[in-house]
């Protein structure tokens, strides 16, 4: 069964330093995969997302992620935070086939930024 | 571009009362999906529209649960009658067509004493 891990359920960092979310998945062909964003009483924001092509995704607010085939993770990535990254970040893969998108997300890791 | 609209944004209910939650999509928008994310986990999907017929509800508590798309624009998602573990955020999500990006609103959060 399709599945999403993100093994971290809080993580703090300090303002200034890099930051590296992991997001394993178990999915039976090439996925899709997203990071979306949550701020406190806000809905999801799409950060990035990885359909095929180069590995290596740029996303918004100075986010990356990576696609790694053989460890099944798509980890994502910023070189230094800032105190406006507090949020909850969500993995997600979706199984596409003709028009059908089922998102299935991870159960989330809530960032905290130290000044 | 006006995103993705959801009302009410707040809803305190007893048990065994009715709800409903409504949503506007973004226009031109074919699909729509409605979320429901429990405090502590990530969203998982209810039911996805379309246009105005319904793709997938597989995970739908139909008993209690019902949603509509009537004209293929906004929905309405009703519970009725309301248990405890529904107490949640209601997402309301739409994309393009199937399979494209989703877009997000804000949520309506729903809690049943």
């Known amino acids: 069964a399709q599945s999403v891990t993100q093994p971290d359920i809080h993580i703090t960092v300090s303002e200034g330093a890099s930051l590296e979310l992991r997001c394993n998945y178990s999915y039976g062909a090439t996925p899709y995969l997203f990071w979306y964003v949550q701020s406190p009483g806000q809905g999801l924001q799409l950060l990035l997302k990885?359909?095929?092509?180069?590995?290596l995704v740029q996303g918004i607010k100075g986010f990356e992620a990576e696609f790694k085939r053989s460890q099944s993770s798509f980890n994502l990535r910023k070189p230094s935070v800032h105190w406006s990254d507090a949020a909850e970040y969500f993995c997600?893969?979706?199984?596409?086939?003709?028009?059908?998108?089922?998102?299935?997300f991870g159960a989330g890791t809530r960032l905290a930024v130290h000044p | 571009e006006a995103g993705v609209a959801q009302s009410p944004r707040y809803k305190i209910i007893e048990k065994r009362q009715s709800v409903a939650f409504w949503c506007n999509p973004i226009s031109g928008h074919a699909t729509l999906y409605w979320y429901q994310q429990i405090l502590g986990q990530g969203p998982k999907l209810l039911i996805q529209?379309?246009?105005?017929?319904?793709?997938?509800d597989s995970q739908l508590p139909k008993d209690r649960f019902s949603a509509e798309r009537l004209k293929g624009v906004d929905s309405t998602l009703k519970i009725q009658p309301a248990k405890l573990e529904d107490s949640a955020v209601y997402l309301c999500?739409?994309?393009?067509?199937?399979?494209?990006?989703?877009?997000f609103g804000p949520g309506t959060r729903l809690t049943v004493l």
């Open positions: 990885y359909f095929s092509g180069d590995t």
């Open positions: 999500a739409s994309s393009l067509k199937g399979g494209d990006t989703q877009y």
């Open positions: 997600a893969v979706g199984p596409f086939s003709g028009g059908y998108n089922k998102l299935i």
């Open positions: 529209f379309q246009n105005n017929g319904v793709v997938d």
